[in-house]
Structure formats: structure tokens, C-alpha cells
């Protein structure tokens, strides 16, 4: 035992202190109780006085759960398919009411969900790929402070495959009331503008938003119209509602043989989570689309890989282009404030076009048909061209992270050498 001392020191006793020291402890004693009092106090009010909704963004109160019967509490109450849900709109309101540090900004509260198999991959390179690809994703959180949720098992044993993604996005609905919005992107895909964030404004009126071309889906009825890799579903009823439809056509259901058949004659193509999305669009286009679905086409919400990674090297020349002109950006700051450099940025791109033939970073960059886990790539390519283009999307998207760190990967073909940056680089 390590024991400090000191010549002149000892341990006073109440003998070796005078009755105003006692008085002075003791009141002394009183009021640091009378504050951890008042302090407590406050932290556990109830809800209209447990923060100051003035503040722009206070913080969230992880600890506080206040005492009161919520449909939490409900034996009826779960998270699977087979446990409908109904008045979530009201649900939702009430528990924010009850954790009002979550309400401030809560409209634009973001959770991304994506998810992988629960067994190791079967390609060489699948689990180091896919350990990129979320580290990607991580990335993107931390910069604009997003939640995730990443899911590696069935939750529903019937819904196996493509078809996982809907009871997961259900119960990360349920379980997370402060979330807005549900993002679900699919494992292969990848952010590659870690600067760009969704415009939720320009959603006001909508629920349910993908990535397509309308014409492709309504006029030629083709399944690759969208892409149900990357998609936006609102945390409400009307969202529970539409997971039940989408669901009742998947392998779980009763009724997947006929949606099977009716899936097949429509769109020629086997029935899957992106066939069914796609009739649901076509069918119900009055009923769903034209009130509270959206084809997104303004922006690569999900990009197909073949269209952008070419283009990368000459968007990286360009954005280098405006850096070298534009002082504010080549000064990096802490991570934490990136997101500036974004908004900084944005009035220089308005010529930069959206989508294919832009010069604008693509949003998300999807390696569909790729296949890195089971490694059963479609016959149109090849695993050494899956793993070249995955390669030069990732360390296109981790140059923009490793910047400010003072770092760059040189060569977008090599994930492992990095080369320190230059002070006021690319000046």
C-alpha cells in the first residue's frame, strides 16, 4: 500500500476545531445538499420542466424515463409483423411529451438502419468489404450526428434475404418513437458526398421516398424503375400501415404464391422486396404515390455503381479546382464542425449539375448485383471489377473523412497508403 504523508500534517479531530469552523462546516454542509437537491430535482421534474426548449439543440437526457404507463407497458404491444399496431401518431406524441429533451428538432431526427447476414461471408473478401462499407456508413453518423442500427440477424425467420429489411425497419421504428425518419440502406452501399444531407424539407407531404424514374415504373412497368436499397420511411402510422402491405407479399404471408404469380406477369421478374415495392407504387398510384410516396430523381438517394465510378477521378479534380480558389474550404477545422464546410460549398456546385453527367459528388453509390458477402456477382461482372470499383468509391468517401484528419489517399485504387496534407492544401 502506497501511503502519502507530510511532516506537519495530521488528522484533525473535532477536539482541534473551534465551534465557528463547525458552525461554518455545517452550514456549508446544508447548502451543497440544498443544491444537489435543487439539481436532482430538476434533471427528474416532470417533463414541462425537465429542459429549456428555448435552446437550439439541448442535450438529450439519456437517463430520464419518468414513471408513467406508456404503450410500452402494453401486454398487447410488439415489434413483429404479427403484432399490429394502431394510434402510433398519438403513441409517438405522447412519449415525446414525456422526454422533452428529444422533442427540440425531433421533425428532423434521422435513424439509418442496414444490416448484414448472421454467418461469415462466403467470398474471400465479403466481411472486409463489409466492414468498409459500414465503417462508411459510421462515418457518416459521427459528421452529422445520426444514430444507426446495424442488424445481423433474422428477426422474423420467415422474412429471409431481401425481404429481411422490413421487419427490421418496423422495429427500429417502435423502438426509437424520437426518430422522424427511418433511413434503410442496403449493406453494399455507400456514402460518397459525406458533405450533402437530405433535404427533409422538401418531404413535408410525404411518408415514403425512393430512389427510380417514374416513367420506368409507371409507363414501362419495370422492376429496376427503383431500387428499394436505399429508402425513406417516416416514423408514423400510415409508415405501419404501408410495412404490413409491403410485407403481406413476402414469404411469410399466405398470400405469397399469389402475389408470386401477379408479380412475375407484371414485371417478368421473380417476386422480391423491390418487385413488390414497385407494384405497390404501380397499383395503388392514387392511393399511395400520388398523396405520400415519392420518386426521388433529384439527387442519387441510391446511385448506380457502373454510372459513377468512372467519374470520380474527374470529380475529385474539380472539387480540388474550387478548394484552390476558395480559401474557406481549404482550412479545416475540428470534425465536428464539417458540417460547415457542406453549406460552405453548396453555392459553388449550383452548376454542377445532379445524377449522370453531373460533376457533383454522387450522393450514395450502390454495388448492386455485386454481391461482396455471398460473392455471387451478376454474370455482367466480374469480382475483380466488383472489388476495383468498391475500392475506389470507399477511399473516394474516406478522402473526404481522412481530410480532416490531414491525410488523403493519393491513389483510389489503394485502401492502405495514406499521404499527410500540405497546411492550406490544394492551394
Known amino acids: 500500500m502506497v501511503v502519502f504523508s507530510h511532516a506537519n500534517w495530521r488528522k484533525p479531530t473535532i477536539r482541534t476545531l473551534d465551534r465557528p469552523s ?146 427490421t425497419v418496423r422495429a427500429a421504428m417502435v423502438a426509437h418513437p424520437e426518430a422522424e425518419w427511418i433511413w434503410w440502406l442496403d449493406e453494399d452501399a455507400a456514402f460518397t458526398d459525406m458533405e450533402f444531407k437530405i433535404p427533409f424539407e422538401k418531404y413535408e407531404g410525404y411518408n415514403f421516398v425512393v430512389h427510380g424514374w417514374p416513367k420506368e415504373v409507371y409507363e414501362k412497368k419495370s422492376w429496376l424503375g427503383l431500387n428499394a436499397g436505399s429508402f425513406l420511411i417516416r416514423n408514423c402510422q400510415w409508415s405501419l400501415d404501408f410495412l404490413d402491405s409491403w410485407a403481406d407479399m413476402g414469404p411469410r404471408s399466405k398470400n405469397y404464391d399469389k402475389w408470386a404469380d401477379v408479380l412475375l406477369n407484371v414485371f417478368h421478374h421473380e417476386s422480391d422486396d423491390q418487385t413488390a415495392l414497385g407494384y405497390l407504387l404501380l397499383k395503388d398510384h392514387q392511393k399511395w404515390y400520388g398523396k405520400k410516396m415519392l420518386i426521388e430523381t433529384g439527387y442519387y438517394l441510391e446511385g448506380y455503381w457502373v454510372v459513377i465510378v468512372d467519374t470520380l477521378k474527374n470529380i475529385t479534380e474539380r472539387y480540388l479546382e474550387i478548394e484552390t480558389s476558395a480559401g474557406m474550404l481549404r482550412r479545416r477545422h475540428a470534425e465536428k464542425v464539417s458540417e460547415r464546410y457542406g453549406v460552405l460549398r453548396e453555392p459553388l456546385l449550383k452548376d454542377a449539375g445532379n445524377e449522370f453527367g453531373s460533376w457533383r459528388r454522387p450522393f450514395v453509390t450502390h454495388f448492386a448485383g455485386c454481391q461482396p458477402c455471398n460473392g455471387k456477382h451478376n454474370p455482367l461482372f466480374t469480382a475483380k471489377g466488383c472489388r476495383d470499383a468498391m475500392n475506389k468509391a470507399l477511399n473516394f468517401a474516406d478522402n473526404q473523412v481522412l481530410r480532416n484528419y490531414g491525410f488523403v489517399h493519393r491513389n483510389l485504387s489503394d485502401p492502405s497508403v495514406v499521404s499527410p496534407l500540405p497546411f492550406d492544401y490544394p492551394a
Not at 99 to 108: A, E, G, L, N
Open 22 to 167: 463547525i458552525f461554518l462546516a455545517g452550514a456549508l454542509t446544508a447548502l451543497i445538499i440544498l443544491w444537489a437537491f435543487f439539481f436532482f430535482s430538476t434533471i427528474n421534474s416532470p417533463p414541462n420542466n425537465t429542459c429549456n426548449c428555448n435552446q437550439p439543440d439541448p442535450a438529450f437526457n439519456l437517463q430520464f424515463d419518468p414513471p408513467v404507463s406508456t404503450f410500452y407497458d402494453d401486454p398487447s404491444f410488439g415489434y413483429t409483423l404479427n403484432k399490429p399496431i394502431t394510434n402510433w401518431d398519438k403513441k409517438r406524441e405522447i412519449w415525446l411529451t414525456l422526454h422533452p429533451s428529444f422533442k427540440p428538432r425531433s421533425r428532423d431526427r434521422v435513424l439509418i438502419v442496414t444490416g448484414s447476414r448472421s454467418t461469415p461471408c462466403k467470398s474471400p473478401t465479403g466481411d472486409h468489404f463489409l466492414l468498409k462499407f459500414y465503417r462508411n456508413k459510421v462515418d457518416y453518423c459521427r459528421i452529422h450526428g445520426y444514430d444507426i442500427f446495424y442488424n445481423n440477424v433474422l428477426l422474423d425467420r420467415n422474412m429471409p434475404s431481401c425481404w429481411a429489411k422490413i421487419p
